[in-house]
């Protein structure tokens, strides 16, 4: 099958309309900006063997594929638009293309994310998507908005993706029924679109988990120019990563769950007068929106740390349930490290 | 170095402003559309060994990973306004990131096309670019506007891309001053993004040269249900060209021209009673536009082909000096043939 012949049969799902003037096929796609909407853009690579094990199932791939681009659009307030797929392919495997290109139409379906265009190639696996979205003028939701006071939340449970891949790995022991249990929170992550939309005049920042909870609390915390204070035994984790980690201790437990990674749930600040607001949401997506910690301005007093220690620390403080400072091991995950 | 560091210090290099609200560093891009104008979005990706050599100068390889992606902007008449980056490498070597950084950088900086996110990983090196432009509502230019008894045009020259590539590969005997003199055009080709806009209001319909005119004409005729006839003695060849393919028949000369690829230059279709137009703009841009054949109905009889045979040919024929039909032996690049 020539690369032409591929486009055709797998990569021409989507149809053009709702603004989509050209889709795959000629040298650009080309689309009409909604009047009053800015537009977002956000790229990621997935490479075999740093993001994906060889064997994975291919349908679960292709809706990962474009999941943690989501995923972005949705940390920023976004609705999607459309998303190009630029694709390298070591050889011509029909049943792998249909699972693949299966996967990725589903996920361009439920989240109304057409696929517009892109390119493929032979070389060693590898998938680039850029999505691209719109948001109304001025609205974006940034990683530099948050305000010292600000409670600090993340959706859903943290860590259960990091679980599934130690246990898929082995380093983890848990028994099969469990692993099936955890292993669509690290295969086929659901990205946060609808709940991104609404945060939207109500959370003062956001970002989306990708690196682990410690690590992106950094970054946010960076951008905004503040410090963060997070209570560790109000960070939630599921009943199944209960039943996976039952040997583990506490700090253990937290490692796990602040610096696994792979969460692409929401993390994000909001004004104290809002709880109400978030509550309601959280309701509204039958989906856990859960207070983690304190925004605090740079040079504020820390629990439990000298004043001294406190502004030589990291930007992000973790307190066990005594108000003590914790470390924890790994910062973040960091592809070049 | 990490990640993030890699980031701020070598693909930092564009700036906010001119529209573009947040750039690297966010979860997303920011830009705020023309009023009036539509998006086009373009993706290519180049992997090592395929598209270019481990040992190509990183500075040229920075130029040419934008510059391919432009060019598809370029072809549909579109302004550049920004682009992401996912960069997949093996290493972080310092000396091969500071030649790529900066050659893409030069390439961003003289076409007015910003860096605006993008994402980098470990993996076999692998650059994925998605370029992104306007066009005012309805003036892209599509491969599918061809009409019957419109000339075609292509720009510069073709097949020095494929002379360089098959020079270094040494299957072509050339003295090193020539090889020299033909690289820039396999490893520096510079998109012709001016061009493109021009042609708006002019051509017909209009495509970049990739894969090579044989199979590129085949695709824009494909996409406009039109059939073309290609005078192969109205082809333009450069005179390095002359130079490094003198022992070759006009035969194989015409084969590397045709389907040789990587020309990054611009086929279009225009009215006849636009010479006088095209002519102008191939002065103002000191750049040949060369008339090299005409568009027909797809049920025209063809020169030299009786018209049974015409009608089971191709959507391309290549005629002599003598008004024969020619064969070409090769009939465009595919990436999985």
Redesign the interface.
Known sequence: ????E?IDRYFKFSKTGNGL??GV?????????T?G?????????L?????FFADVDPFSLGQKSLAVNLS??A??G?KPR?F??????PT?EESWLEGFSKGLGEMSLRFDCPL?????????L?I?I?V??E?P?GQ?L???GAKAGDDLYVSGTLGEARAALLGIQGELNMSSELLEQLRPRLESPTPRVLLGQKLKGLASA???LSDGLSGDLA?MMK?SGKRAQVQTDWIRDSRAMGAALQSFSFEERLNLVATGGDDYELLFSAPKSLRHAIDALSSEFQLPLTRVGEVMALDTQIDGLSSEKAINSSLVVFLDAKQQAMELKAQSF????
Do not use: N
């Open positions: 099958m020539g690369e032409f591929l003037i050209v096929g000629d040298d650009c796609a080309i689309m009409d900006p009047p909407m800015q537009w977002v853009v956000s790229s990621d690579m490479v075999e063997g740093r993001h972005d659009l940390a920023c976004a459309g190009t797929l630029s694709l390298a392919l011509v517009v265009g892109g390119d493929t190639t032979k070389g060693p590898c680039g850029t691209m979205g948001v003028s974006a940034l990683r530099s956001a970002m989306d970054k951008a960091d592809h070049f490290s």
